[in-house]
């Protein structure tokens, strides 16, 4: 028997892909429309320094666990982290590069994930399962909704599908690790709750700060797009709040949405 819940047909192995950005990221990528380019930058900047504190905290507990399938799946999530990673910091030098003030907003975010990393070992762990399950239902969103990516640069459609498709092979193996290590579903809930704020928080100030610097901040038609983006048609949030919250259910599991069927087959179109 395995603590391991990741299923057959999923291997948690990196890929070391690599994107040259720089010229994408002079432009409004996303089918020329500040509020879509800038949504998703403001979630690329949360990457380096969160991937990071992901890693750190299963580490806390790689020693504890001695079942040979998840220790390798605990290898490849850290691998696949750290390229996530590499790639997104590439990715906000690029922004950097073209005028934003990334440094202002690395300093209020890693502020934030220097107080997570002061926390007990078990809320470190349990703050990562959470935000691990806010990436994997995005990741899924992304896989399952082609048309949301629509317009944009095919570099950067590939990028957000490798993340994806990786987001999603390694999506049990932080909550595996809690389950054997910590196993307090209280915890879990109630850390989840501190994630949410957290994640929906640095996503609203990041994406304002970047209109701003492109002018937009107070255009009325932007916000209007990018509302009717996330909450109205194709509504990329308001289809993944029942997702969201799932992870409130007594009992929840990341693969009680299975989706291995999607991850192969974007696997192909990476590939292609």
């Known amino acids: 028997m395995t603590i391991s819940s990741t299923p057959d047909g999923i291997a948690v192995k990196p890929r070391n892909l690599r994107f040259d950005l720089k010229g994408e990221l002079k432009t409004l990528w996303h089918g020329n429309d500040a509020f879509r380019t800038a949504f998703f930058n403001a979630l690329s900047l949360q990457f380096p320094d969160g991937e990071q504190q ?6 806390l507990y790689r020693d504890q666990i001695d079942d040979p399938k998840l220790t390798e799946e605990i290898r490849g999530f850290i691998g696949q982290e750290a390229l996530h990673s590499r790639e997104h910091k590439d ?11 990334i440094d202002a907003l690395d300093t209020r975010f890693r502020k934030h994930m220097d107080w997570v990393g002061r926390m007990p070992p078990d809320r470190q762990l349990a703050g990562t399962c959470g935000a691990e399950h806010y990436t994997a239902v995005l990741a899924n969103a992304i896989l399952s909704h082609p048309d949301w990516m629509e317009g944009a640069t095919p570099t950067m459609q590939r990028l957000w599908r490798w993340h994806a498709i990786e987001e999603t092979e390694h999506k049990s193996v932080a909550f595996d690790v809690y ?6 579903e209280r915890l879990r809930r109630i850390v989840f709750l501190f994630v949410t704020w957290n994640f929906f928080k640095y996503t609203f100030l990041n994406t ?9 901040l107070w255009s009325v038609k932007t916000w209007l797009g990018g509302l ?4 109205g048609r194709p509504g990329v949030l308001r289809k993944c709040l029942p997702e969201f919250f799932a ?6 599991h990341p693969w009680q949405q299975d989706n291995r069927t999607l991850v192969q087959q974007n696997l192909k179109e990476l590939e292609v």
């Open 54 to 59: 992901f890693i750190n905290a299963v580490r």
């Open 91 to 101: 990715y906000n030098d690029a922004l950097k590069a073209r005028g934003y003030d």
């Open 179 to 184: 389950q054997a290590c910590v196993g307090n």
């Open 208 to 216: 304002c700060s970047l209109l701003k610097t492109d002018g937009k």
């Open 228 to 231: 009717n983006f996330l909450w």
């Open 247 to 252: 992870y409130m259910r007594k009992g929840f």
